[in-house]
């Protein structure tokens, strides 16, 4: 068994006013900063800026206006940006695009070359400036993990710098930074922490450690949910810690059919990535359910039955229950019906063959067909 997790993490409300205390720790003398812009009418954010400039006056902050994902290009021009201003380490404050986004620049600052040639999997790169990341959404799990997600616009694929020399050296998670995003972005982040919970739980690659951070991350963040009290803080905590499982579940395992899917139609129609995630997180579930597997009983905390088959069909029934209390959409909305749900299936399934080699049963064409049937 191998197991593995990098970065320091501190998660608490108010930790981001002592921002610049953590930094320290690090031996920082000239951050850069990169921050969200939408996050900036946001009071609590700019008592937390304000406070980091005013140690930190030499500082050198970039608001990121870029929106969705970003591109190769946005990083390489970013990256230009800072390399012109010398900072000795990256802070990244926002949600996962921008904290990928903090990744790439980190590590362009230490090797300069084209973007373009450090997609997939680089090997051989010098390591990067130190990075703290501070996530304004939870969910993602960005903040603690080595992949940086980038789109390749000349192919319209979403690639990404995959190298564990990306991992944040720290990472400080305030749900008081998360108060104010709209809601369905906190729906989407979350509903993409759950994606990873599952893949990761099914994954043919997990193990025993790996799936107890699975069902601990399933667990939190499906309960947050099901609560319907976003505005709590005490449920953007656990949001939090579900997001930090979920992701160190799939860091140690591999993911599966829905991030497949995920990465697809996200790319496709612009859709955000948890949210596109959610629309199949289900239909995957109980196609593998009616092909035999009855292991989800386990990331169900309530189960009343003795049975795993109807336990899981407890499962699934619950979340039919969440998925209309919190509105999570078919393909019908991007365009999508019986007349080319085919064509769909046949795209996703040559573009996504690893992720679809997860599965904890075989997962084909015919099985993606039956999937998308099911949302069109």
Known sequence: MNFFLSTDLVIGVNEALKLNEHIAQLAVKKPG????????????????????TSVYSNSVVYCNEFGGEPTYTHLENVAEFFRSNSPDAIVAIGGGSTLDLGKGVALLMTNNVPALSLKGFPAGVNDPLPLVTVPTLLGSGAEVSFNAVFIDEAEGRKLGINSKKNFPKKAVIDPQLSMTAPLESVIASAMDSLV??????????????????????????????????????????????????????????????????????????RVPHGLAGAIFLKEVMRYNHLQGYEKYALLNPMRSSPSPREATEELLEEMDDLYRLLKIPTLVPYGYGKGNAVEFAHNASEALKGSFSGNPVEFTEESARAVVFQLT
């Open 33 to 52: 900063i990169i921050y969200d812009a939408n996050v900036t009418g946001n009071l609590y954010f700019q008592d937390v800026l304000k406070n980091l």
């Open 196 to 269: 990873h919970c599952v893949d990761s739980f099914g994954s043919i690659k997990h193990t025993e450690l790996s799936r107890i951070f699975s069902v601990e991350g399933f667990q939190r963040t499906f309960y947050a949910l099901q609560q319907n009290q976003l505005d709590r803080a005490e449920s953007r905590l656990d949001l939090a810690i579900g997001s930090v499982c979920g992701t160190v579940a799939l860091m140690n395992s591999g993911d599966g059919p829905t991030n497949g899917f995920a990465y697809y139609l996200g790319v496709k129609h």
